[in-house]
Nanobody
């Protein structure tokens, strides 16, 4: 079993900062890409940022220059530093990881349970 557990969400004022963490645990051979998605009320889940095992990152246009994704491969953890937050960033944030559970199996996506980030104006 593989588990992803997010932490760090909460209520913050516009212009403020929040750092999300997501730790993967369980029986894993390796972790490929990791990332963050978010889902606002009444909207579809959308990609926020991704990072490869080698550290290459991508960002949604709406968060470029404000959010930074990073990872600690030794501890199977991915982070999302969110600065200059806006009310439209309010959403449940989910982390995801592509995990290979054993040497001869393919990569499968796993998801965390989500953490709420609310930005007040």
């Amino acid at each position: 079993q593989v588990h992803l557990v997010e932490s760090g969400g909460g209520l913050v004022q516009a212009g403020g900062s929040v750092r999300l963490s997501c730790a993967a645990s369980g029986s894993m051979f390796s972790i490929a890409g990791m990332g963050w998605y978010r889902q606002a009320p009444g909207k579809q889940r959308e990609l926020v940022a991704t990072i490869t095992s080698g550290g290459t990152t991508t960002y949604a246009d709406s968060v470029k220059g404000r959010f930074t994704i990073s990872r600690d491969n030794a501890n199977n953890t991915v982070y999302l530093q969110m600065n200059s937050l806006k009310p439209e960033d309010t959403a449940v944030y989910y982390c995801t990881a592509g995990v290979v559970v054993s040497r001869f199996q393919s990569t499968r996506p796993y998801w965390g349970q989500g953490t709420q980030v609310t930005v007040s104006s």
